[in-house]
Structure formats: structure tokens, C-alpha cells
């Protein structure tokens, strides 16, 4: 069986702007005000086989590679993030069931995820949020689940549940993994408080009430729960990213459609100037989608680079989420911007209301699997050893990254790994990739972005020195995983032009710059802490890319595939 490709996506779910489609942007509104599951949506993404393109082959499964799968949930997350949760969630249980599961195991999950069901993980709790280490929910002697799991997504609909108790005393070797009937006397389940945004989305409290634990219940060995659920994490950040970059493509989309068709007047009359073409509105317009250019480049990196050298992804995982999820949020602020008054209306609005319900989603996929601090702080410690260079890396690994016509190995989630092993390899290849593209590139501006860039790289060896020195600030070292992961962005996007350069990419001829001009300007800002409208005239290139995208009928990325017209 063949999967779903993102236009046979597009043309099932049909046009997103027509008020009378099921699928589209109306109905998605009505069911955010009405707190409603997307029910319908998710059956029919599902009859189509939609979900089978994140369990592998041999599961039933059709998975192929994680940049594929990006753009075919994009194109689905467009319409409505809220169906991620209602088809993908189970992708966290999934992953850890093949690192670490028994094939009895395996064969029942797969059973249940391939006639559409779902699988709940249950890891966190309310009193201690990102603290893994100070869960309480506890296996007592007897063998009996004691404690309360929440936010627990699909868990009120589950099927089965993967959940992480305690069974230790104390680090990580405390904690085991079970594999429990969600129906089972000594579980209740109870809806989770509600969300902001991705509102109807099904996330439950498990509450265990001595819940007796079947010994075939216990998933690989006892004391590796914790660790593997950590390491299944590195996949779902993946996927969030999509969710990211659905909302970001349905933003920018709305916005550019609405200041190109909205004309300025002057006193009664209509003066004919677009609003897209005034000075303030170009400039926030070429800010948000610097951040659009940005953040597409950075996942279909990690998307990618997952297949190729997951030892890394402990930490790769975690800076791109970071930008893909900050790039977003500022994208939807400078797109209220434009918007104005017309961004806080639920009727007579752009999009109908949608822009709000856009607002509110993001900042739900913004901490969806953890907060923006604790993915700081989660590799923040890993820094020296990531920049450090003690030799040039082989070429061959960031050629299969970056060219997207290479070939991508399978993916083997076996290799994942807590702590990255060496060096960075997207950072570490910089300069010789920067010295290249700096003797090819056209601009000058642009060259003169790329050596900026090869300049800090080069110093962040001595500044991770400098923030554990005594007496260091002590946000310094979150501060500089912050400055790390834009760092890194900005050299990603630097490796994807040079390894495409013989190709067209966001719309334009093969090898123009115009598009790394404007993100390496975005991410350069936001390395250094400071407004990137302060590089006004650099970010310009990207709103004229992203305009024409959407003119073309064309979906923001990289290797554009065509949407479905719109209304």
C-alpha cells in the first residue's frame, strides 16, 4: 500500500475558504467555539489512510521518511492543527513500543493504530510539569498502580495506554513502563482542564486507584520507562513542527490575501495603494514571513537529518523545535499587526474568526511536549561538547541532509540517543560550506550574512566556556541555548542553499539568494537578541517570495506543492 502524497491531501479536503465545506476554515471555527473534536475531519483522513504514514511497514504502516510526512501533515494541519492530536498522538506510544516493546505487545498496538484507534502516553503530572524525576504516580509491592497522570492526549478515548510509573527510589532508573487496559477497574478517566486554543482536542486525567498490573503489562525491563519515553519524544517534536508550520502557512496566507485585496483611502476617497505595498505593512509582512522561510528550512532539516544521523537528535530535536516554535509565534504577532482591528473579530473578519482560533492554537503547539525553557534547558549543559571541532566532518552526511534529491536511509529509532555523540555536524560543517557559497553567492549582501554567521559560529566555543565560569550570570547558559539553536538555524539554512543550489527553491531560479538573505537576517536578529525589523531592507526579499507562493496556488515550503484552490 501506497501513502497519502500532500496533494492527495489537498484534493480530499478540498478548498479550505469555501464556507460550505466540512473541512475547511468555517467549520473549523465552529468547532473551536464549540469546544467539538474534529470528528469528521479525522474519519475521513482516516478512511484515506492518513494515519498509517506514521507507523512503519511493518506494523501495516506506510511510513517513509519524516520530510515526506511533514508536508503531508502540513497540508492536513492548515485546515485545522486539532487534527494531529485526533489522528498522530498515538506516535509518542508507538515509537517507544518498537524501541522497547515485546511483539505481543507491538502486534496488539499495531492493531489498534491501523484501524484508526489510538494509543495514550502518560508521563507528566500536574504537580511537577516538566520535573520527570519527581513523578509520584507509583507501582506499589503488591503490584498496584497508585496516582494521577494528566494531560494525557487521546486519553479519553484510548484504546490502550503506555504509562511511565514509578518503581524506584530516585534518578532515572526509577521509573518503568506498562502497557494497561484503559477500561480496567482501578482507572478513572476524567477530561483534563481545558486548553486556550486547540480547543475539543481530547486530553485526559488517568487517576489510579490501586490498579492491579499484570506482570505481561511491563514494556522491555524495569527501570528503562523513563529513558525511553525521552527518547520517543524526539519524534513527536517532529511532528509538532508540522502543526507549527500548518498554523504559520494559514496566518501568513490570510494576511498576505487580505493586504494585497485591502486598498488605503485618503479622507473619502480610495487611493488605489494596496496595503501590502506601504511601508509599515511590507515591513511587518517581510518579517513574518522571514520567520515562515526560516522555520520551513529548519524542519525539513531535522526531518531529514533524523534519518541520517539520529545519535545527534537528543539535542537537534530540541533547538529546531525551539525556532520552529518561536519563528511561528512571531510570525502570528506581526500578522496581527497588519491585521489590526480586523485580528480581534470574531465576524466580519479575514477568515472569519479563523485568525483568532490561528492565535490561540499556537501558543497550545508552543508547549505542546514541553515548554520553551525546559527545551533549553534540556541540552543547554550538552553546548561545549557540540561546538567543539576538532577536525572537518565528512561532507557525505550534510550532503544527504541537505540535497533534496538525495536518497535518505531508513530510520532507525534504535540509534536515538540521550546525550548527542560529537560535535554538531550542521554547525561543524559551516565553514567550509560558508567559504563555498560566499565565493558562489551573487549578492554581496547575502555573502556578507553568510560570514557574519561563520563568525559567531566560530565563537560559541568561547563563550560556552565563559558562562561556567564562577560568578556567571545564571540564565547565561539558557541564554546561550537560545543563541545555539538560532546559530544553528541560520547554518542549516546556509547548507540547504548550497547543496540546492542547482535547483529551484521557494519558487525562485535555481541558485537565487533571495530567501537566505531574509532568513539568515531573521535568525541572525533573533540569535543576537534584537528586533529583526532593525534588518528591514534584508527581509524584503522573503514577503516577495512568499506573495508569489501564494499567487501560484503553492504551499510555503522549500519543494512547494499545490493547495487546493481557494475561495
Not at 500548518?246 to 494585497?260: E, Q
Not at 515562515?292 to 530540541?318: I, K, N, Q, Y
Not at 565565493?439 to 554567521?453: F, G, M, S, Y
Not at 545564571?474 to 537560545?482: C, F, K, Q
Amino acid at each position: 500500500m501506497s501513502g497519502l502524497t500532500p496533494q492527495d491531501v489537498e484534493r480530499l479536503l478540498g478548498d479550505p475558504g469555501d464556507p460550505g465545506n466540512p473541512y475547511g476554515f468555517a467549520a473549523a471555527v465552529a468547532r473551536d467555539e464549540a469546544d467539538a473534536h474534529p470528528d469528521d475531519l479525522c474519519r475521513a483522513l482516516v478512511s484515506a489512510g492518513f494515519h498509517l504514514n506514521y507507523l512503519p511497514k511493518e506494523w501495516g504502516g506506510v511510513f517513509d521518511s519524516f520530510d515526506r510526512s511533514l508536508t503531508l501533515v502540513r497540508a492536513a494541519a492548515r485546515r485545522d492543527v486539532n487534527v494531529m492530536p485526533g489522528t498522530m498522538f498515538s506516535i509518542i506510544a508507538a515509537t517507544c513500543l518498537q524501541l522497547h516493546g515485546s511483539e505481543e505487545q507491538r502486534r496488539r498496538v499495531a492493531q489498534i493504530l491501523t484501524r484508526g484507534g489510538s494509543v495514550g502516553f502518560a508521563l507528566t503530572e500536574a504537580a511537577h510539569g516538566s520535573d520527570l524525576l519527581a513523578g509520584e504516580v507509583r507501582l506499589d509491592e503488591d503490584g498496584r498502580l497508585h496516582g494521577e497522570k494528566w494531560m494525557v492526549g487521546n486519553g479519553m478515548r484510548c484504546e490502550a495506554v503506555y504509562v511511565v510509573a514509578r518503581t524506584g527510589e530516585r534518578g532515572p532508573g526509577a521509573f518503568s513502563a506498562y502497557l494497561l487496559d484503559p477500561e480496567a477497574d482501578g482507572l478513572l478517566r476524567e477530561p483534563a482542564p481545558r486548553t486556550g486554543g486547540m480547543r475539543g482536542v481530547d486530553t485526559a486525567r488517568l487517576r489510579f486507584t490501586g490498579l492491579p498490573v499484570p506482570e505481561d503489562a511491563l514494556v522491555g525491563k524495569v527501570g528503562e520507562g523513563l529513558e525511553v519515553a525521552i527518547l520517543a519524544q524526539q519524534a513527536v517534536r517532529l511532528m509538532s513542527m508540522a502543526g507549527s508550520l500548518g498554523i504559520a502557512d494559514s496566518a501568513l496566507r490570510l494576511t498576505l490575501g487580505f493586504a494585497h485585496e485591502r486598498r488605503l483611502t485618503e479622507g473619502r476617497r480610495t487611493s488605489g495603494t494596496p496595503l501590502a505595498e506601504t511601508p509599515h505593512a511590507r515591513r511587518e509582512l517581510a518579517v513574518a514571513s522571514a520567520a515562515l522561510l526560516a522555520a520551513d528550512a529548519v524542519a525539513l532539516a531535522a526531518a531529514r537529518g533524523v534519518h541520517v544521523v539520529p545519535e545527534v537528535f537528543s539535542v537537534w530535536a530540541l533547538a529546531a523545535k525551539h525556532v520552529v516554535a518561536e519563528a511561528s509565534d512571531e510570525l502570528v504577532r506581526r500578522c496581527a499587526t497588519v491585521l489590526a482591528t480586523r485580528s480581534v473579530l470574531r465576524e466580519q473578519a479575514p477568515g472569519g474568526g479563523l485568525f483568532q482560533k490561528l492565535q490561540r492554537d499556537t501558543a497550545v503547539v508552543r508547549v505542546i511536549d514541553a515548554s520553551p525553557l525546559a527545551n533549553l534547558r534540556a541540552y543547554a549543559a550538552q553546548i561545549p561538547t557540540l561546538v567543539t571541532r576538532d577536525e572537518v566532518p565528512d561532507p557525505d552526511p550534510l550532503h544527504r541532509i541537505f540535497a533534496l534529491d538525495a536518497e535518505l536511509p531508513p530510520y532507525e529509532p534504535t540509534r536515538l540517543d540521550l546525550v548527542a555523540r560529537g560535535a554538531d555536524p550542521v554547525l561543524g560543517g559551516l565553514p567550509e560550506a560558508a567559504d563555498a557559497a560566499c565565493e558562489q553567492l551573487a549578492d554581496p549582501r547575502t555573502a556578507a550574512l553568510v560570514h557574519r554567521l561563520a563568525g559567531a559560529v566560530a565563537t560559541l566555543g568561547c563563550e560556552a566556556a565563559a558562562v561556567r565560569r564562577p560568578g556567571a550570570d545564571p540564565n547565561a547558559l539558557v541564554d546561550l541555548a537560545e543563541r545555539y539553536a538560532w546559530l544553528h538555524a541560520a547554518s542549516a539554512c546556509v547548507h540547504l542553499w548550497w547543496h540546492n543550489r542547482d535547483r529551484s527553491l521557494y519558487g525562485g531560479e535555481p541558485g537565487a539568494s533571495g530567501w537566505l538573505r531574509a532568513a539568515l537576517a531573521f535568525l541572525l536578529a533573533r540569535a543576537d537578541g534584537v528586533d529583526p525589523r532593525r534588518h528591514g531592507p534584508d527581509l524584503l526579499p522573503a514577503v516577495d517570495a512568499l506573495s508569489a507562493l501564494r499567487a501560484g496556488g503553492l504551499l510555503f515550503t522549500a519543494a512547494p506543492v499545490r493547495v487546493a484552490a481557494e475561495s
